[in-house]
């Protein structure tokens, strides 16, 4: 069994017990959930949820951006042929 730190029992933030303790001097972890972090290596606790955000929130913006300058460009005129029949003197 792994010894921690019960120094203070802070709230964890994935369940929201008041169960994360101090694990070791850069990791925490929660006596309630499966939530661990090290602070020592922060980009490993970028999860997969996040990168789906991330990458949702990129596309949106250039989609929108690709929209907004379809909006701004001037549309070529439309040429209508008229009904009409162009009569010509000889």
């Given at each position: 069994?792994?010894a ?24 925490y ?12 290596n ?12 991330l ?17 701004e ?13 162009m009569?010509?003197t000889?």
């Amino acid at each position: 069994m792994q010894a921690f730190q019960h120094d203070h029992l802070m709230e964890c933030p994935e369940c929201g017990r008041k169960a994360l303790v101090k694990q070791s001097n850069t990791i925490y972890q929660c006596l309630c959930c499966e939530f661990k972090r090290d602070l020592a290596n922060p980009h490993a606790n970028f999860d997969n949820n996040s990168t789906l955000t991330l990458i949702i929130v990129i596309i949106t913006i250039v989609v929108m951006l690709g929209a907004i300058r379809e909006a701004e460009s001037p549309s070529e005129p439309q040429f209508q042929p008229s009904s009409q029949t162009m009569q010509t003197t000889p």
